[in-house]
Each structure stands twice: as structure tokens, then as C-alpha cells.
């Protein structure tokens, strides 16, 4: 499928000559294994996209969904998708079952999917006036729990919560050869509104490439400049589990490798894995 300013949405995007025209046609559309969704690297798209496993679909380890490019010519140009400063001031802003994840925003988002690989974008997410209230992210891949927890922390309650976490693994997911830069998220310490209007501490939710939730992700390739707070960074329990870091926290499952990426100006962490099982980072 493809997709350029001067296309349509009333064409059936199946070639360079009949492409579509919004992100909002991409986000709309069920994919099936090995589809291709290229976007024209001489077109420009003020916005979001954000796509969903379960509307979206999925594909498989051997015929991925695959988000690109074309018309790179020999410079290798991007699409670009700005996100012009990114906000999650809808109530709830995902209808997600959990409020972190609630209020991270991006151009780029990918939830509750497999196997499915973004490449060849260039990404930004600013609003061009320093404001930076908001969990601002230029590539969002994110798994939330499909059941909402039990309450309480006794050996029956945990055992549920533990099955429910592992329910949300998902896996599969590439990101590669994506620039990303000039990202105004929020600092660590920042405060910003969550979705009563109380002002919470952002915490590392903010930043380049971030993967949130217990999914299987490898990052190469790409290069992250000049964002807040984080560059590359996954957080596979923290933000999904009851009590975040405390002694009910149950071992991460997710395998995550990042490898051969450039990070310059992350406001805070460069990289970071967070709870992976054999998690890798080198060459970067």
C-alpha cells in the first residue's frame, strides 16, 4: 500500500500512481502477513499514527507488516511524520488499563501487536514553543494488559496477575533505520497533568524510541538526536505491573536487543533495558 500527500483516500493505494493520502486511512485498514505500508519520502505528515494489533492486525515471523518508504532515491530520504507536540489530553487518552501508558503520546505508535516492523521514517515530535508537558515519545511500541488486575497481593491475587501479565506478551517487533529527533518531552522530574488534571511526576516515560510492556523488540539502525528524556529505552515491567518496582514485580519475559544505533542529546538516559530477559545492547 502506499501513501503520499497528493494521493486519495478513495483509491485503493495499491500502487505509486493510486496511493493514499492520510494517516488516518492507514490507521483504519486491517493488514494482512507480509503487507507492506510505504509511505512517499517526498511527503510531509503533520499528525499520528497510530495503529493497534487487534484492529490493525498481525503478521507472522516469516511475512511481517512492514511500515517504510519510497522515492528514497539514493539518499536513502525519509517520510516524515511530525507530530508538532504530541498531547494525551483526551479522557481516557487510549482507554488503556493503565494510566502510564495512558498518557504517553507519539507520532508513532504501535500497541498490542506481532510481528511487525517500522523503518525508513523520519520522526520528530515538538512543539516549537519549549513546552514540554507532555509524555512526549517519537516512536511508541506498547503491550497493556488485556484484563484489568485483582486487587490485593495475596498468593491467589499474584498468581492471577502474573497469568494476566504473561497474556500480554507479544512479540516480533523491529525497528530499524529510523531517525528520530527533536523530541520535547517531559523530564524526569517534570510535572504534568495526568487525566483528573493532577500533576504528576512524568518519570522516564518520555523520549525517543520507547517500548512499554512485556513485548519482544529489536531496535537497530537508527539514529536518535536532540530528545527528552530518554533515547532508547523499553521498560518490560515497571509500567505494567502492580506496584511497579517492589517485591510483587514478576521477571520480565520480553527479549529485547538493541543494536547499531546512534544516540546524541537524550536529555536523560541514552539507553536503557529495563527487565529483559537476556537483553542485549552493543554497537550502539
Do not use: C
Not at 68 to 94: D, E, F, R, V, W
Request: glycine share 10%; hydrophobic share 35%; no cysteine.
Amino acid at each position: 500500500f502506499y501513501v503520499a500527500n497528493n494521493g486519495s483516500d478513495s483509491h485503493d493505494g495499491l500502487s505509486a500512481d493510486q496511493p493514499w493520502q492520510s494517516l488516518e486511512k492507514v490507521a483504519a485498514t486491517k493488514f494482512q502477513p507480509g503487507d507492506r505500508i510505504l509511505f512517499d519520502a517526498n511527503s510531509v505528515w503533520n499528525g499520528q499514527l497510530i495503529l493497534d494489533g487487534a484492529k490493525n492486525g498481525d503478521g507472522t515471523s516469516t511475512a511481517p507488516i512492514t511500515i517504510g518508504s519510497y522515492n528514497q532515491g539514493s539518499t536513502g530520504k525519509k517520510a516524515i511524520i511530525n507530530g508538532l507536540g504530541t498531547t494525551a489530553n483526551k479522557n481516557p487518552y487510549h482507554e488503556r488499563k493503565l494510566s502510564n501508558l495512558n498518557l504517553m503520546t507519539g507520532p508513532v505508535e504501535l500497541w498490542n501487536a506481532n510481528h511487525w516492523t517500522i523503518s525508513d521514517l523520519e520522526v520528530t515530535n515538538t512543539a516549537g514553543d519549549g513546552n514540554r508537558q507532555g509524555m512526549r515519545i517519537g516512536i511508541l511500541v506498547a503491550s497493556d494488559i488485556q484484563t484489568a488486575y485483582p486487587r490485593g497481593n495475596d498468593a491467589a491475587a499474584v498468581q492471577q496477575k502474573l497469568a494476566i501479565f504473561k497474556a500480554s506478551h507479544r512479540t516480533g517487533i523491529t525497528i530499524t533505520n529510523n531517525n528520530v529527533h527533536n523530541v520535547d518531552g517531559a523530564y524526569q522530574s517534570d510535572l504534568i497533568p495526568d487525566q483528573t488534571g493532577k500533576m504528576v511526576a512524568a518519570g522516564k516515560n518520555s523520549g525517543g524510541i520507547i517500548i512499554v510492556g512485556n513485548t519482544d523488540v529489536t531496535a537497530t539502525h537508527n539514529v536518535i538526536t536532540d530528545v527528552a528524556n530518554e533515547g532508547l529505552r523499553n521498560d518490560a515491567n515497571a509500567s505494567v505491573l502492580p506496584g511497579g518496582w517492589d517485591q510483587y514485580s514478576f521477571q520480565a519475559s520480553a527479549k529485547t536487543i538493541f543494536r547499531h544505533n546512534y544516540i546524541r542529546n537524550s536529555a536523560g538516559d541514552g539507553i536503557v533495558i529495563s527487565s529483559s530477559e537476556n537483553g542485549t545492547a552493543e554497537y550502539n
